[in-house]
């Protein structure tokens, strides 16, 4: 009877990871989608980093706590069971229990706390609060993450024998919620993403607690079901008064008509006096523009639909860089690229265009305008339209993925990278639409006579244009094509920039059509073939025609690498392998970056590159986190055995970063295929995750699998891997997407299954000889977690994921050798 009650209260434990687990995952995904809606997208890379912030400070806290005991142990004649007795007052059943309410009932306070605190990174440049106020923010939201850190590292520390369950448990949990946020994510916004989680830890709280703890889960399972229920207002994702929506709506006559959600972004639609859309309208165009709607994606990228029922007051789009190629092209085969509210699709009929289709990456943005705007835009998303990657779907086309347009070959492939927003705050987001292999697949697509048209704002200094321009080069070399000076040409505006890429030579009929056009509607000219310097800057005029000057050494052979090498942004091609197309910073000219853009460190903020700020951040956290314990041992026990404590720290800090590394690497290459940034999550991180809990639950069955050789396994399996999977991923591009998910979430199956062994396999083995490090491994791995994804992606802009992968398999191998040295303890 004893026993039985034992194996059910171990089973019960067992459920309540689960459902922490589940919980904290589907929260920390949550607040990802919830900072690029209050915030900007860049802060989300902060959310992981306050996760293991948390997770961390539990196993350093808890590590110092097991140290006290030891001390107290030291004199002590009946070591075994006194040691039990001060360990259970401590790490008892019931504030197993009680820390999973506490996980619950703080996920739901702390982020509505933290809808409250005054944060907003565009105050930084006037208001130094700011900086407490986010430090608030942090610590706020790492809470919970720090409760469900002591119930997990507490577990491991009673029941170190059992540690492959409880990290089976632990993952299967996690993988879980990876999968269920997704779910919630498409049906309804974030903040009731983060109230699930809030109700599925006091679930768990109420399968294992006592009575108290009973009762206080149920008080507040029943405060969540209120919340859901009467007061929806009291978890509504509050918005920056800064974000363009925000300011849209502020002016006379402003109203919003409806808000969106999926797991891909939040959509907006309005009407505002603020909205009128038209990228480098010409001077010249003194009509009123037709009527538009406003999109708003997560809050500042603004987009429009286009009323599209009166053909005669749509003549403003002959007055638009952009429709140059529909002069050189007029009858052509289009496709347009993440088209949007469908501006380019407009211009496309307007100019008669034969056969229109459209790629629009979001696929809500199709669904939105297909089923409420569809009379109001005149159809736009019609037939021809398909959701996902422009570069997938012609690469689907060209290997006859579609047997009814293997055939296709296109006239004009229009790219606008336009929208309402001319700031450039892409910062360290990947982006393979822009890569040198992605234009291969493009030029690849056209007639021989074709042109690729791609229109983005002007944001100087400039680098984007340049950036555009040496990656097409590139590609335009890799298919031997010569002569490529003469297949260029590029128009401006007061704010935009139109770029041409001709699969063969313009001919002189052809230039002369860029040239009226120019002149007639007040354009400038920065590049054609022939072109003179003072042909250039003559309507627009900058006090240093820095575009002409910048197109004409790109595209001379001669000079093309020292201007790129010389020039103050990294405006080098990008490709697949680290396709951070907005990632313009050189760490050696952050002074004169600085001095360029007025003295404002805000400029480096807005663009993204705060990876350099937050790994230094986090490193100094991390560092007091891991010595803490340390230092603590030594002052109390006067001395510190490092015999124990270096391969400790070794093999699970190397677990930490290996772990991360392999994982991120392994999102980030997947987003090609899957498209969806959420999409990619939920099948990587739940593949990884159950795979690996799997892996743990099985190891425990089977002895010969918890050796100290599954870190080596690891460590070959990813090397294979790095080799691999690129092939793997080019296969399954011309499969459709839910096929690509199934397919992946299995091939990663096989790695995941090892990566789930050697962390518990460390805990038990440390229960075994040095109980009292466990807490402290605990902070260790977390805190080797809160570095890795931070490093993951500086490395990749330097050297690629193929490179991260390959760091990845050499921290494994690290932890293979420490494993060796822990077994002989």
């Known amino acids: ?160 024998e059992n540690s492959m369950s409880i990290y089976s448990s632990d993952l299967l949990g996690a993988g879980t919620g990876s999968l269920a946020v997704l779910f919630i994510l498409n049906i309804a916004g974030p903040e009731y993403a983060a109230l699930t989680a809030s109700t599925l830890s006091l679930a768990g709280a109420l399968i294992t607690g006592k009575k108290n703890v009973r009762i206080l889960a149920l008080v507040f399972l029943a405060f969540n079901f209120i919340v859901f229920l009467a007061h929806p207002s009291l978890i509504n994702v509050k918005m920056s008064p800064y974000k363009r929506l925000s300011l849209y709506l502020k002016y006379p006559g402003a109203e919003h008509i409806t808000t969106y959600h999926s797991s891909y972004s939040r959509i907006d639609t309005f009407k505002s006096p603020a909205v009128r859309f038209a990228p480098g309208l010409s001077l010249k165009y003194l009509e009123l523009l037709p009527e538009q709607i406003g999109l708003s994606i997560d809050g500042d990228s603004i987009n429009v639909v286009t009323a599209a029922n009166d053909k005669s007051k749509l003549k403003f789009l002959e007055f638009l860089p952009s429709s140059v190629v529909y002069e050189l092209r007029k009858d052509g085969e289009v496709i347009v690229f993440d088209p949007k509210g469908g501006l380019q699709i407009l211009m496309a009929r307007y100019y008669g265009s034969n056969k229109i289709h459209a790629v629009e990456s979001n696929p809500m943005t199709v669904r939105i305008i297909r089923d ?33 347009l293997s055939d296709e070959l296109y006239d004009i492939i229009d790219i606008p990278m336009t929208d309402t927003s001319v700031s450039g705050i892409y910062g360290i987001s990947e982006d393979y639409r822009y890569t040198v292999e992605a234009f291969k697949n493009y030029l690849d697509a056209l007639k021989e006579n074709g042109i690729i048209s791609i229109s983005l704002y002007l944001v100087p200094p400039p680098r984007t244009e340049f950036r555009m321009l040496a990656t097409i080069i590139s590609a335009f070399e890799e298919m031997d094509v010569k002569e490529i000076s003469s297949r260029m040409a590029a128009i401006r505006s007061w704010d935009s920039i139109t770029l041409l890429a001709k699969k063969s030579p313009f001919n002189s009929n052809e230039i002369e059509i860029i040239k009226t056009f120019c002149r007639e509607r007040r354009f400038d000219l920065v590049y054609y073939p022939g072109i003179k310097e003072e042909e250039s ?39 697949d392998d680290n396709p951070f197309f907005h990632y313009y910073l ?107 809990g799997l892996g743990s639950m099985i190891s425990s069955k089977f002895p010969g699998l918890k050796t100290y050789y599954s870190p080596l396994i690891i460590a070959v399996l990813v090397l294979l891997y790095s080799m691999i999977y690129p092939i793997l991923l080019d296969a399954l591009t011309t499969h459709i997407i839910k096929a690509r998910m199934i397919m992946l979430a299995v091939s990663i199956i096989p790695l995941g299954f090892f990566m789930g062994i050697p962390f518990p396999a460390g805990i038990k083995i440390l229960g075994r000889k040095k109980d009292g490090l466990i807490p402290w491994a605990w902070a260790i791995n977390a805190c080797m977690s809160v570095l890795a994804p931070i490093l993951t992606i500086m490395l990749a802009l330097v050297t690629g994921f193929k490179a991260v992968l390959w760091v990845g398999a050499l921290a494994y191998f690290l932890a293979f050798i420490a494993m060796m040295k822990l077994m002989k303890l």
């Not at 900072?35 to 806290?61: E, K, P, R």
């Not at 569809?374 to 990657?389: H, L, R, V």
Request: hydrophobic fraction near 50%; aromatic fraction near 16%.
């Open 372 to 404: 409420d705007f569809s009379e109001f835009s005149g159809s736009i998303y019609d037939n021809y339209t398909q959701a996902g990657y422009g570069r997938n779907y012609i690469y689907s086309v060209k290997r006859k993925n579609f047997p009814q």
């Open 1 to 160: 009877m004893f026993f039985d009650d034992i194996i059910s209260q171990m089973r019960h434990r067992y459920i309540t990871i689960f459902l922490v687990s589940c919980s904290v995952l589907m929260f920390e995904i949550s607040l990802t989608r919830i900072f690029s809606i209050y915030l900007w997208y860049h802060f989300a890379f902060m959310v992981i980093s306050i996760a293991m912030l948390g997770i961390g400070c539990a196993g350093s806290l808890l590590s110092v706590c097991s140290l006290s005991m030891q001390k107290s142990e030291e004199n002590n004649e009946n070591k075994s069971v006194e040691k039990r007795n001060i360990f259970c007052r401590i790490y008892s059943e019931s504030n197993i229990a009680f820390h999973a309410a506490l996980t619950g009932i703080s996920i739901l306070i702390c982020y509505v706390a933290s809808n409250h605190i005054p944060f907003d990174p565009v105050k930084f440049s006037w208001e130094n609060r700011q900086f407490l106020y986010l430090a608030s923010y942090c610590i706020v939201l790492s809470i919970p993450f720090f409760f469900s850190g002591i119930l997990i590292a507490t577990v491991f520390s009673l029941n170190s």
């Open 537 to 575: 800057n003559r309507y627009i005029i900058m006090p240093v025609d820095e575009y002409f000057t910048g197109f004409s050494k790109l595209l001379d052979t001669n000079l093309r690498k020292p201007f790129m090498d010389d020039y103050l942004f990294d405006i080098k091609p990008v490709r």
């Open 586 to 692: 050189k760490m050696d000219n952050i002074k004169p970056i600085y001095y360029k853009m007025g003295r404002k460190w805000l400029y480096f903020l807005e663009e993204g590159y705060i990876l350099p700020i937050v790994l230094v951040i986090i490193l100094a956290l991390c560092i007091i986190l891991i010595l803490f314990p340390v230092i603590f041992n030594a002052i109390i026990r006067k001395h510190f055995k490092l015999a124990a404590a270096l391969p400790t720290f070794i093999y699970f800090s190397m677990l930490g970063i290996g772990f991360m590394f392999v994982e991120v690497s392994l999102i980030q290459k997947t987003f090609l295929v899957l498209e969806n940034p959420s999409y990619t999550v939920a099948v990587i991180l739940t593949s990884v995750l159950i795979s690996s």
